[in-house]
């Protein structure tokens, strides 16, 4: 059984499982501590800075680095925390490429977030900034850009690649000052072996890593994944009558809030004009629209005349299980033949 400790977080006493992160006991118990590097789907790094606490009394740590214990007494404010905090914010705003009107984030930026809750005015720390780093935006990618004036280095895309997605096709580039994300070689997204799965996308708590196309969805519905057997959780970001963006349902056990290229940017087909929504049934020749009784009954007739080896069945692996057993249960009794395959891929 896992053990739990009794502390106190700014005089709440707060019971946490052995191993919880101090950052995380506090978030829980809806107390807020800045944190930029912090992401509940990754290990801990410790990156920016921000999530400093005092412990019992004196001791600062970093809560994102920091593990519950019993009877430890937390303390997430003081002149010295706020002092702390602030430096490390101010370096990171001088060194950020703030043309918010124009970001891509579109103010869903932990950076300005952060920033209102600590009072910081990013307008007064024009004198800081070294110069516009001037550093080329990528956009090779056709889904996402990559502006790394904007990063702010907090290694969140790194960790996603390397922890959740298990490619590892971004790392730091440089020392110091000078620290960039990049590809290996640095080279533009496509040339590189990312695979546009997004994950690291979604988790850039500003706007470095941004959707090429971002648009607002009115409503969204919860649905499952076409592309494959997987079943994984999505909802869908509607528009009108038009879906304009997806983003993973983490509480689907089967993919916990992650998505592949297809799952999360193959979507426009279904608005597509090319897309066939009748059916087709060839006349003299000629494809021409029919209607779904038609076209039903057509096919029952074709496969009555051709019961045994004149019939094969090919499944989908965009079908879920249930449906392939019913196509080659269907094959076999109804058809009364073995050829039956699975394409096995997409
Ligand atoms: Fe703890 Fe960034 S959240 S150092």
Redesign the pocket.
């Known amino acids: 059984m896992t053990k739990e400790y009794n502390l106190t977080i700014d005089g709440q006493k707060i019971i946490a499982q052995e191993g919880t992160s101090i950052?995380d006991a506090a978030l829980e118990n809806d107390i807020f501590?800045?944190?930029?590097?912090?992401h509940p789907d990754l290990k801990?790094?410790?990156?920016?800075?921000?999530?400093?606490v005092e412990i019992d009394g004196g001791r600062m740590v970093?809560?994102?680095?920091s593990t519950v214990g019993e009877g430890i007494d937390v303390k997430t404010d003081s002149s010295e925390i706020r002092q702390a905090r602030t430096i490390a914010m101010e370096l990171l705003i001088a060194d950020h490429h703030m043309d918010c009107l124009a970001c891509a984030a579109a103010n869903d930026c932990a950076l300005l977030d952060i920033s209102a809750y600590l009072g910081i005015q990013p307008d007064r720390l024009e004198r800081l900034r070294p110069s516009d780093k001037g550093l080329p935006i990528d956009e090779s990618n056709p889904f996402f850009q990559f502006d790394p004036n904007k990063c702010v280095v907090?290694g969140i895309c790194v960790r996603t690649c390397n922890e959740i997605v298990g490619l590892g096709a971004l790392g730091f580039i440089n020392r110091g000052f000078k620290t960039v994300i990049g590809t290996f070689g640095n080279k533009p997204f496509t040339e590189s072996i990312c695979e546009s799965c997004g994950e690291c996308v979604v988790r850039c708590p500003v706007g470095a890593l941004a959707p090429k196309t971002p648009k607002f969805a009115a409503r969204e519905v919860q649905t499952t994944c076409v592309y494959c057997g997987v079943g994984c959780g999505i909802y869908l970001g509607v528009a009108g009558d038009k879906i304009v963006n997806v983003r993973a349902d983490r509480e689907r056990p089967t993919n916990e809030g992650s998505l592949c290229v297809k799952g999360r940017y193959g979507f426009n087909f279904i608005n597509h004009p090319d897309r066939l929504t009748k059916p087709l049934i060839k006349k003299d020749g000629e494809f021409v629209e029919a209607e779904w009784d038609e076209a039903l009954e057509l096919i029952a007739s074709k496969f009555v005349q051709s019961k045994g080896d004149k019939f094969a069945a090919l499944a989908s692996a965009k079908c879920t299980n249930e449906e392939n057993y019913l196509i080659q249960k269907f094959t076999r009794a109804v058809m009364e033949t073995n050829t039956v395959d699975h394409c096995a891929r997409l």
């Open positions: 950052l501590i800045p944190h930029l590097c912090h801990p790094e410790g990156a920016c800075r921000l999530c400093g970093m809560s994102c680095l907090c």
